[in-house]
């Protein structure tokens, strides 16, 4: 079922009151009025273009972008930087396809630099991950090799890494 059939099929739906019997749930409480009820369903609509397109390109720069705005055939998407905005718009024939195909007429992409909008997740510390690795015998052998090199960088090196180790 394609996105637009499936947000928009009957618009002659039951309140979202009724729908909800009474949910004591932030979910619940969002159907409970009309307004809200609208706001969710947009909100959801926005989230399952997004999906289609992280779903479907494959992208890496694509995990960086949001669905702002969908109206009147106008798609807007929000990325990060200007590096992430010229990637978009040689994507942009790709995207408009596909959501065509999913039953969306979309006549023009617009695109938003919104900083901080993408923010990586935070990469351990490789000094502790690493840490494990090395069992007691691979510290014997470096130990033995500390003690045949001759004094340098390298050295330097072996002595740090033990040091590091044996603390």
């Not at 394609?2 to 979202?16: E, P, V």
């Not at 200007?82 to 396809?97: F, G, N």
Request: aromatic share 6%.
């Amino acid at each position: 079922m394609s996105l637009f059939r499936k947000y928009y099929k009957n618009k002659n739906h039951a309140t979202h009151r009724q729908q909800s019997n009474g949910e004591k749930t932030a979910l619940g409480w969002l159907k409970d009025d009309e307004q809200k009820a609208n706001i969710l369903k947009t909100a959801s609509y926005y989230l399952d273009i997004q999906n289609t397109i992280l779903a479907s390109l494959h992208d890496p720069v694509t995990q960086a972008c949001k669905i702002l705005k969908f109206d009147n055939g106008t798609l807007v998407i929000a990325v990060p930087s200007a590096a992430y905005a010229a990637k978009i718009r040689q994507l942009t024939p790709r995207i408009s396809q596909l959501l065509m195909n999913q039953g969306l007429n979309v006549n023009e992409v617009r695109i938003r630099i919104q900083a901080n909008l993408y923010q990586p997740e935070p990469q351990a510390r490789a000094h502790t991950e690493n840490r494990a690795i090395l069992n007691q015998s691979a510290l014997d052998a470096f130990d033995k090799l500390h003690k045949t090199l001759p004094e340098g960088e390298f050295s330097d090196t072996i002595a740090r890494i033990l040091k590091r180790r044996k603390t």
